[in-house]
């Protein structure tokens, strides 16, 4: 087996290639755009690289057969806030094989250990958590849109080389077919007629406003629990919805705010994994014919909800049975629409976990992101979970 960097054009088609051989049995699976993860890899499109590196090489066999891929990357401005400076892996496919993983691990930790770090975190992302982070443990269905998907023999090969559990994640889903939890709907309905609150859902015509609102509360909720916190930059969110507006219903969007201030957020999108999923990762001219058709024919049963925050003032007020309260009123407009799968929601976020099952999600899948550290003398500790 011999390990290709990826330099250009050619090593990139390869790195590309990859899943498209791993997974060429697997019903399941959902090849993303390729122009998508040429994004996350390109220093003029992704911010990242303003604070970090990256580096990419794809395993091939003695018969010249794609078996693997990997990247490792840092980002300086996270990696020295852990008691071992620590950088990432991710975007990693493998065969079957511990040789061929442990291969791929080995030049990502020594590529890591070059740059100064004593520890890699994966598989995770070279940008924010919303996408391509955590390893699926359990519940090997339909993933939604930037949610990882991978084989089940992938934990073997990365607990086999040393990895540890960092934290677990769970993806949750919930049946809108079915009437919410009258209790929900009460309370919903009672903070929305309450004094002082207003909730609003996106408009594309007041969309710098609503943005830099979604990203005040995302940064106080988010800074409120988690560790090593970085805030979000209200660009980012705008970005993100650009690429999404062929696809996005600016009622799947809320911001709710009490007299005058934003205080909550909840984003969702139609999943647009289930037009892909007869794509193959291109969008050429015929591909977005199909695109176009698809939607057309409303293929996009199931939404993905993707983030749901509360500032910490104004957390166990019943703000999140109104979101739910208004989508159920959005989801009898949109009748096509017969589920929500939710990303997934940390260990170290307890309080958001007992929302989802309060409001009657099911958990359907698990993930975890693992921690390796180059010196195993050192001392192991799990991401904090706080007491509840």
């Known amino acids: 087996m011999k390990l290709v960097k990826v330099t250009d054009k050619?090593?990139?088609k390869l790195f590309l290639k990859?899943?498209?051989?791993?997974?060429?049995d697997d019903p399941v699976w959902v090849c993303p755009l390729d122009a998508d993860i040429k994004t996350i890899f390109d220093p003029a499109k992704n911010t990242y690289f303003s604070h970090g590196k990256v580096e990419r090489w794809v395993l091939i066999d003695d018969r010249n057969k794609l078996s693997g891929r990997i990247a490792a990357f840092v980002d300086f401005n996270l990696a020295y806030t852990y008691d071992q400076p620590t950088?990432?892996?991710?975007?990693?496919?493998?065969?079957?094989s511990?040789?061929?993983?442990?291969?791929?691990?080995?030049t990502a930790r020594e590529w890591l250990r070059s740059e100064g770090m004593e520890a890699m975190d994966g598989p995770i992302n070279f940008g924010e958590t919303d996408k391509y982070w955590g390893l699926l443990v359990n519940g090997f269905t339909h993933p939604s849109f930037d949610v990882p998907y991978n084989q089940p023999y992938y934990k073997d090969l990365f607990e086999s080389y040393g990895f540890r559990?960092?934290?677990?994640?769970?993806?949750?889903?919930?049946d809108i077919t079915k009437p919410m939890p009258?209790?929900?709907?009460?309370?919903?309905?009672?903070?929305?007629?309450k004094p002082g609150y207003e909730f609003k859902h996106f408009s594309w015509k007041h969309e710098a406003e609503l943005t830099a609102d979604f990203a005040e509360v995302f940064n106080e909720a988010w800074a409120s629990f988690k560790k090593h916190f970085e805030p979000l930059d209200p660009a980012y969110i705008r970005e993100v919805l650009r690429k999404a507006k062929p696809i996005v219903e600016e009622k799947f969007i809320w911001i709710a705010y009490f007299e005058g201030k934003p205080i909550a957020i909840y984003l969702m999108f139609p999943d647009l994994n289930m037009i892909l999923k007869h794509l193959n990762g291109k969008l050429d001219l015929l591909s977005l014919i199909k695109f176009l058709w698809l939607k057309k024919r409303k293929a996009m049963t199931r939404a993905k909800g993707l983030l749901m925050g509360v500032i910490p003032k104004f957390q166990n007020h019943g703000l999140e049975s109104a979101f739910i309260y208004n989508l159920t009123?959005?989801?009898?407009e949109k009748t096509h629409y017969t589920e929500i799968e939710f990303s997934w929601v940390a260990d170290f976020n307890p309080k958001m976990r007992k929302i989802f099952i309060a409001v009657g999600c099911k958990p359907v899948k698990n993930y975890i992101t693992y921690r390796y550290l180059f010196d195993p003398t050192k001392e192991f500790k799990r991401y904090p979970i706080p007491e509840e």
């Open 165 to 174: 559990v960092y934290y677990t994640m769970e993806g949750f889903h919930l």
């Open 10 to 12: 050619k090593t990139e």
């Open 87 to 96: 950088g990432g892996i991710g975007f990693f496919e493998c065969i079957n």
């Open 182 to 193: 009258e209790r929900v709907m009460k309370i919903g309905s009672w903070v929305l007629n």
């Open 329 to 332: 009123n959005v989801f009898r």
């Open 98 to 106: 511990r040789d061929a993983a442990n291969m791929l691990f080995d």
């Open 18 to 24: 990859t899943p498209r051989s791993i997974y060429r």
